[in-house]
């Protein structure tokens, strides 16, 4: 009922930047959070960042100053802009929406950043 089809993922070298979108698909409800996750090899999933549909994000102390969330409500599509990237941001990036408290996920993007 719900899809969410992540894209922008690649290998960049330290110090640059890409950029990820996130399209939700299905029965998307107004009031919603999105958010952007990420796991290592070997590690946990964890929070990079969250924006809910008034526009409020909140980040990861990892990513701040450095990765943007933005997203478009009426193409039901959220983004993050990655700059100064770092060897340690290298992870899959997964996708999240939380609507009625339940949580969807994306089938994940592989970033990949080289020193």
């Known amino acids: 009922q719900v899809q969410l089809v992540e894209s922008g993922g690649g290998l960049v070298q330290a110090g640059g930047s890409l950029r990820l979108s996130c399209t939700a698909s299905g029965r998307i409800f107004y009031l919603n959070t999105l958010g952007w996750y990420r796991q290592a090899p070997g590690k946990q999933r964890e929070l990079v960042g969250t924006?809910?549909?008034?526009?409020?994000?909140n980040y990861a102390d990892s990513v701040k100053g450095r990765f943007t969330i933005s997203r478009d409500n009426g193409k039901n599509t959220m983004y993050l802009q990655m700059n100064s990237l770092k060897p340690d941001d290298t992870a899959v990036y997964y996708c999240?929406?939380?609507?009625?408290?339940?949580?969807?996920w994306g089938q994940g993007t592989q970033v990949t950043v080289s020193s």
């Open positions: 999240n929406l939380n609507q009625l408290r339940s949580n969807y």
């Open positions: 924006t809910t549909t008034g526009g409020s994000t």
